[in-house]
């Protein structure tokens, strides 16, 4: 990954200033290769993260494991393409192994994660079964630690 998109995905508010000094080139270089970026797609967005426990969201996540027959002609990509539409679904990702989709939803409780799964993903043609894992706690997100341990305010003892 070019060291500018490595700096914005640590940093997305970083200035063009800031970035400019840091990767030794002008401003302008720097705005006019964020705009070449975002014009191709390749930057498709930008996005703060937050710690639901200081904002008092009471919002659930759930991880989903979900097992799909592959279309002829399409593969994963079509349903996948569908499953992603849905407004609860924050992620969705083709992986390997035991399951086909990965998919990250969010509801405001546990009842209407449940509806979602019975009532819009399960009934999909192709989709063969599911597996829901609950967020319990989040210490790490994209990459961002949210809990930093508290400094001791302990004196040190000497002899």
Do not use: W
Request: hydrophobic share 40%.
């Amino acid at each position: 990954m070019e060291r500018l998109l490595e700096l914005l995905k640590t940093n997305g508010r970083a200035s063009n200033a800031d970035l400019a000094k840091i990767l030794n080139v002008t401003e302008a270089e720097v705005a006019s290769r964020v705009e070449a970026l975002e014009r191709d797609g390749t930057i498709v967005g930008y996005q703060a993260l937050f710690d639901p426990e200081k904002t008092g969201s009471s919002a659930v996540e759930a991880v989903i494991e979900v097992k799909i027959t592959p279309e002829r002609g399409g593969g994963f990509d079509r349903l996948a393409s569908r499953i992603s539409k849905f407004e609860e679904v924050q992620s969705c990702y083709l992986m390997s192994g035991g399951y086909d989709l990965l998919i990250v939803v969010k509801g405001k409780n546990l009842q209407a994660i449940g509806r979602f799964i019975a009532e819009r993903l399960s009934t999909i043609k192709g989709v063969v079964s599911t597996g829901t894992h609950f967020r319990l706690k989040a210490y790490k997100d994209n990459g961002v630690l949210l809990h930093r341990e508290a400094k001791s305010q302990r004196l040190a003892v000497s002899p």
